[in-house]
């Protein structure tokens, strides 16, 4: 039964799971063996979506199945987060609201297995040096839609920088009119184009397959 | 020249281009609102509220860059993008300090029992209701907002400076997706899908209408269609056959039957889909490319059938050197043109590109 919530998941079957997860649940299947078979699921999601089977639609949707498949169990999802490959802070650089291409990176990676860390909209960097200092992520992602937001970045990468945060850390930007001109002069250690750049730089880094 | 003339000159470069024939240099163009601000040292919160004043310092920009074929609009729009993506939007002086660029704050405004209105009420009346209910727009806003576009349009002709798009109709998604929010909204598309497609259909109808009788009363030089969330990157195949490319297709053969240019300013990645666009009508449209389409893709796939115009980087625009935007604008001249291409920043003109950056792009397309 359980690789019928996998194949729920995987094929954003909410009907199905909504019903799978309840059966489980009957049958006195602990939460966690529940959650990591949903993980199974959004594995699934996230390699369909690199092999271009699956699009941004398809990946809001399949988090927000999760999430409600999440909400039935309680919520928790410490579980999931206790079998990521790695931790991922991200948040939009403060002076810029715009959240969209975060949340695209954010599901995406949370798609690939990494617990993440949603820091928001107009971050200043005190937060994502505090950030940094509390969760001790592998990778941090930087997002903007404004060329206004470009010194911001560069900005809180010097104090990462200069806090002495950055010597077991990548950091990561991408949004609207970034590209490897911004990545140099910001200093970041990569300008990701798309949100499966993110992941795959991620794995990379952390020796996944 | 005088501006009359300076004025035609200019609409001739630019309509023998979308028309993809030979033009005696490269049309040159820029959308350049909040840039103004800062190129004449303005306040970008009076240029965020006062249409009179936007237009005015973008005028003065424009007089100190004569070789401009065309600007894309006259004026700031924050409440234009306010209305198109049914979302509030902070301004400096407002929520946001002096100097700051307009940003749209998107919430889930729209809710199930709103579809089920416009299906009843129609898109047109369910629209100005929630103009008022959520933006706060009153019917006084609007009759100003027309006294102040007769101003803006007589003053700017007088400049002798033409504008691209004085028309902005919508397909139904982008303005769905920002009044429900993205993620509900794209949820909406797996849950509720017939329903939705029975709101877009009314809603297409309406702005087909609508965009008729604007066409006929101002006569732009082009309608512009931006869409956003519509591009190939956000849906699969299957969503994007059925919830964009029917209306997009709609639009441009009307605006297309009413003897008006489209523009097509498609932000993002559409490089999936690029071969579709063979179905728009030959010779009539632009593809206003932001840099998140590959524009040389993007020739090889409507070369002949579409005029394209872009797409200097806005990050090479702010942070690169004349010498890297002169060498950039001289290939895409070079690649993309020389017929049926339009050079321009990539969506619009970044509120921080540097001066003399601005100045090689121009001088790429000048010579001189």
Redesign the interface.
């Known amino acids: 039964m359980s690789q019928n919530l996998v194949n729920a998941m995987a094929d ?1 079957e ?1 009907t199905a799971l909504v019903k799978e997860v309840k059966a489980l649940q009957a049958q006195g299947t602990p939460a966690l063996e529940i959650i990591q078979k949903l993980q199974e699921g959004m594995n699934i999601v996230g390699k369909r979506y690199e092999e271009k089977e ?5 990946l ?2 399949s ?2 199945i999760f999430k409600e498949a999440a909400t039935l169990l309680g919520g928790d999802l410490s579980a999931a987060d206790s079998h990521s490959h790695g931790t991922f802070v991200m948040g939009t650089i403060y ?6 291409g975060k ?1 695209i990176v954010t599901t995406v990676m949370s798609c690939n297995g990494f617990k993440v860390i949603d820091l928001g909209v107009d971050v200043a960097t005190a937060d994502y040096l505090k950030a940094i200092q509390e969760h001790k992520p592998q990778v941090v992602g930087i997002s903007c839609l ?3 937001a ?1 010194d911001g970045m560069k900005e809180c990468i010097s104090a990462i920088e200069a806090a002495g945060l950055r010597k077991d850390l990548k950091i990561l930007i991408g949004g ?4 490897q ?2 990545a140099d ?1 910001v200093g970041a250690d990569a300008y990701c184009k ?1 949100a499966q750049d993110a992941v795959e730089y991620s794995k990379k880094l952390l020796g996944i397959q | 020249m005088n501006p009359v003339e300076l004025r035609a000159a200019r609409l001739g470069r630019m309509t023998r281009a979308v028309a993809l024939e030979p033009t005696d240099r490269t049309p040159v163009m820029a959308w350049i609102d909040a840039w103004a601000a800062t190129y004449r040292q303005g306040s970008m919160a009076r240029l965020s509220t006062d249409p009179l004043y936007a237009n005015q310092l973008i005028l003065e920009t424009v007089a100190d860059f004569p070789e401009f074929d065309m600007i894309e609009v006259a004026a700031a729009l924050p409440r234009s993008v306010a209305a198109a993506t049914l979302s509030r939007v ?1 301004v400096a002086g407002k929520e946001l300090p002096e100097g ?2 307009w ?4 919430q889930e405004h729209i809710t199930d029992e709103d579809y089920d209105r416009i299906l009843q009420m129609g898109w047109t009346a369910w629209k100005f209701e929630y103009y008022g209910r959520v933006l706060g727009f009153t019917p006084q806003d609007f009759e100003e907002l027309g006294k102040l576009g007769a101003i803006i349009g007589q003053r700017t002709f007088e400049a002798g400076i033409p504008t691209l798009s004085d028309v902005f109709p919508n397909i139904p998604l982008d303005p769905l997706a920002g009044g429900r929010s ?2 509900k909204f ?2 909406d ?3 509720m899908p017939d329903k939705l497609k029975e709101v877009m259909d009314v809603m297409i109808t309406d702005t087909i209408e609508e965009m008729r009788g604007m066409i006929r009363m101002i006569k732009p030089f082009s309608v512009m269609m931006a869409v956003a969330r519509g591009s ?5 195949p299957r ?1 994007w056959n059925k919830f964009v490319w029917p209306y997009l297709l709609q639009l441009s053969h009307a605006a297309a039957e009413e003897g008006v240019f489209v523009n097509l300013h498609l ?1 993002g ?1 559409w490089n999936r889909d690029m071969e579709r666009f063979r179905e728009m009508p030959k010779g009539k449209c632009i593809w206003a490319c ?3 389409s590959d524009i040389f893709k993007l020739k090889t796939a409507l070369d002949g059938h579409m005029a394209i115009k872009g797409d200097v ?8 050197t004349p010498d890297d935007v002169h060498a950039y604008c001289t290939r895409l001249i070079r690649e993309i043109g020389p017929t049926g291409f339009i050079l321009a920043p990539g969506c619009t003109m ?4 540097k001066v003399e950056n601005v100045r090689a792009m121009v001088q790429a397309a000048t010579g001189c």
């Open positions: 954003l909410e699956y699009y941004l639609s398809e809001i949707m988090a927000e002076g810029d609201i715009h959240d969209i949340n404004l060329t206004t470009f609207g009119p970034c590209d001109t911004t002069y798309t | 902070k700051s660029l940003q749209v704050d998107e993205m993620a794209m949820t598309l797996y849950r190939s990157a956000f849906l699969s969503l932000d990645d932001d840099n998140g980087p806005p990050a090479l625009l702010a942070l690169g970044p509120q921080n590109a």
